[in-house]
């Protein structure tokens, strides 16, 4: 089976679930939201699209839902440049890498939901992070203006910056504040992109800091911060290179590294330090490069981290409707456009960086013929929880031959063994000890039908212990908890609650859509607890970046529309 076809096809919509097997558990609590990209703009890479919000309440008859059964939700995230494509579909082009438009970059935030505190934020690697409201999903505004991001990464001109930023950024429980990063095109010391460190501090969204980091310049990208107690972790994720070719209508033939450059920034270098002013990072190198890493927030023994390897997952290449794939069979006309799968088994390994000697130690690794496609994972995300994690849940797709197309097969000859790639192999939900990355747990998904996505981590009885932080259940660290794990079937979605302690056991209770419905292609997972009322904050309004100079580079005739918006959205809060 190809991957399941309604990933492309299915609507965004809102239904009820019931449990079909098992038993609902007594003490869960709060909700999963998902980023989703919507299938709206045609492009030739859909998970550029505009982005929508997904919500599971894991509490019964909440959230619009019927008595005794499970609502999904689902809300398109407004930016100002979706209410723009709205009006003018027509002014916006297409291209390898998302929108083009006379308005400027648009802000798409489909790729990770941020629960931060009582607030709720959607993200994505070319812009600001978006602050939705917790009860209706709605947009409400992005996140500082761009002046106070040290202006655009690339000037392009219009009423839409663009801020080539992080999909993950950080929250810091003890600064009350969100690290992520700017990345912009520099010359010196070569050619390539230079990171600034950047802070986000919770009470004023109208700015933020930012902090260059000197002497650094790489080509690729970061997708993910990471942080401990003292420590902010970026990376090159390594595994997304532009490719000027392609951009121009060409062929690609950029290929991943096999090494990814690493920096470490003390969180009191920039304390008190000026916007703007230049920092010097500690560098490391690692492999292979990563989608996603997390460090424990304890460093008092060492900066130690779960490295998720993407080996040779190009996330940069997708799929065309005249590719075949591996096998030489056409690729299915519903995955045109989705992201071409690993071609190669995945490595999960926990390093412990050493700032002071510039070495990296392993403490474990996991890597096995089966381990395709390490898709994303489920933690504990409570201070507690990151403190002292015990348990890391990882959701592997298995190899999906239909997925890998000849022509990226032929980029990577000599880097890949064919003969791994010609079948079909089952996923599995997996359960990692934190530090030796030993498998402790197993499910298979026997069904290659069955397309299993985005894990995430619901803590057990939260609130029930006293002097507990807000996100932290009975017994904190990713054992004491659920794993809720969304399976895609062209049959019907299923969401399928795991004890995390016994994840080999199988679910414990399985709910499905009242008529079986399908969900689209669906990105990260986060648990949060409900909340219900927009926070009391300063936020960045869009009318606040619209001005004669911004106007000017805007055609005449499309003026009107942003000044629309800008009303419009002055009125929503
Ligand atoms: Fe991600």
């Not at 083009?100 to 607030?119: D, I, K, Q, V």
Request: with cysteine; net charge negative; aromatic share 10%.
């Amino acid at each position: 089976m190809p991957t399941p076809r309604s990933l492309t096809t299915a609507p965004h919509r809102d239904f009820d679930l019931e449990v079909v097997a098992g038993e609902w558990p007594a003490d869960i609590s709060g909700e999963v939201t998902y980023s989703s990209p919507q299938n709206l703009g045609g492009l030739p890479y859909r998970i550029f699209d505009w982005g929508s919000i997904c919500r599971l309440s894991l509490e019964p008859g909440t959230r619009g839902a019927a008595p005794g059964r499970f609502r999904w939700q689902s809300v398109s995230i407004e930016t100002p440049g979706k209410r723009l494509w709205n009006r003018h579909p027509e002014a916006f082009g297409g291209s390898p890498i998302g929108y083009t438009s006379p308005f400027g970059s648009a802000n798409c935030a489909n790729t990770a939901t941020l629960p931060w505190g009582n607030r709720l934020y959607a993200t994505w690697d070319a812009g600001r992070p978006v602050e939705l409201h917790p009860e209706t999903m709605e947009f409400v505004s992005e996140v500082g203006h761009v002046d106070s991001w040290g202006g655009s990464s690339m000037e392009l001109g219009g009423v839409l910056p663009f801020l080539f930023s992080s999909a993950h950024p950080v929250a810091d429980p003890e600064r009350h504040c969100l690290w992520t990063v700017k990345l912009e095109p520099v010359i010196e010391p070569t050619f390539g992109m230079r990171p600034s460190l950047v802070r986000y501090d919770r009470h004023d969204g109208t700015q933020v800091r930012h902090w260059p980091l000197e002497g650094i310049s790489f080509s690729g990208s970061i997708h993910t911060v990471s942080q401990t107690r003292d420590w902010v972790i970026l990376c090159d994720s390594g595994n997304f290179k532009a490719d000027a070719d392609e951009m121009f209508g060409g062929e690609r033939t950029t290929t991943i590294d096999e090494t990814v450059p690493v920096w470490l920034i003390r969180k009191d270098a920039v304390e008190g330090l000026a916007s703007g002013t230049p920092i010097t990072p500690v560098c490391f190198t690692m492999s292979p490069p990563n989608g996603h890493y997390y460090a424990r927030w304890d460093d008092s023994d060492g900066v130690s981290v779960v490295w998720e390897g993407m080996d040779l997952m190009d996330l940069a290449l997708y799929l065309r409707p005249d590719d075949v794939d591996v096998n030489g069979n056409p690729v299915d006309p519903a995955a045109v456009g989705l992201y071409n799968m690993a071609m190669a088994p995945e490595t999960l390994v926990e390093v412990v960086f050493e700032p002071e000697t510039g070495k990296v130690l392993e403490r474990g690794l996991f890597k096995e013929d089966w381990t395709f496609n390490l898709q994303l994972s489920a933690m504990d995300w409570s201070v507690e929880g990151m403190t002292n994690p015990t348990l890391h849940h990882v959701t592997y797709q298995g190899c999906r031959p239909g997925s890998i197309s000849a022509r990226a097969a032929r980029m990577y000859e000599g880097r890949i063994d064919l003969d791994q790639l010609r079948e079909e192999t089952p996923g599995a939900l997996c359960s990692f000890e934190r530090g030796s990355m030993e498998l402790k747990a197993r499910w298979e998904y026997p069904d290659t039908a069955d397309h299993i996505t985005s894990p995430a981590f619901a803590p057990r009885a939260v609130g029930a212990t006293a002097g507990s932080s807000a996100f932290a259940g009975r017994s904190p660290g990713g054992h004491e908890g659920y794993v809720i794990q969304p399976v895609c079937n062209d049959d019907g979605l299923r969401i399928e609650v795991f004890d995390a302690s016994r994840v080999g056991d199988g679910p414990v209770a399985v709910l499905k859509g009242t008529n079986n419905e399908t969900i689209p292609l669906i990105l990260h997972a986060a648990w949060g607890p409900s909340h219900h009322e927009l926070a009391d904050a300063d936020r960045l309004r869009f009318s606040a970046e619209v001005n004669d100079e911004t106007l000017a580079s805007v055609p005449e005739e499309l003026r009107g529309s942003v000044r629309e918006v800008a009303e419009e959205l002055d009125r929503l809060w």
